[in-house]
């Protein structure tokens, strides 16, 4: 399945076609699997979303990027509910001073598919301060080559 075929009826967080998605593109690039045993895509989904250790987010192709989808660990973690993280454009989950640096990284993610061990400080909706780390983004690209966004994983954080 390709993200173009996914019905806009199913939240994204509950989607297998976006959780193939995520998880084909983060393999097809990355080199790894998203989820640590192989287990039926339905199932992962959940998983991804509900279960996952680690923040997953993703944005859109808008010139000003907005998230599509943010796990529950990515909604503790920048304390969001689902509908405000799914309406944030993606350059506020970091501070004014450190939007330039971020902007040079999802640019060298353009160019070179993925980054992986990024670091950087980022901020949460009350404005508290976190440092990511060892953080990996990639392209969205279905198996067509048809970009739809660019999506983190973020496996560790501290307070800052």
Do not use: C
């Not at 250790?53 to 990027?65: E, G, I, R, S």
């Not at 980054?115 to 690209?141: C, H």
């Amino acid at each position: 399945m390709f993200f173009v075929d996914i019905n806009p009826m199913i939240p994204l967080h509950r989607n297998p076609s976006f959780y193939q998605l995520l998880s084909d593109s983060y393999a097809r690039l990355v080199g790894h699997s998203l989820v640590p045993h192989v287990m039926p895509v339905a199932e992962a989904t959940e998983w991804l979303y509900e279960h996952a250790p680690f923040a997953v987010l993703a944005h859109n192709t808008d010139p000003d990027p907005v998230f599509i989808y943010g796990n529950k660990a990515a909604q503790r973690r920048f304390g969001y509910s689902w509908d405000e993280i799914t309406r944030l454009p993606s350059r506020l989950s970091a501070e004014a001073p450190n939007r330039e640096e971020r902007q040079q990284f999802l640019e060298r993610v353009q160019r070179l598919g993925y980054e992986t061990n990024y670091r950087g400080v980022r901020v949460t909706k009350s404005g508290e301060r976190f440092m990511i780390e060892q953080a990996s983004l990639w392209q969205l690209l279905d198996a067509n080559g048809t970009l739809h966004g660019q999506a983190v994983i973020i496996p560790h954080t501290r307070d800052i």
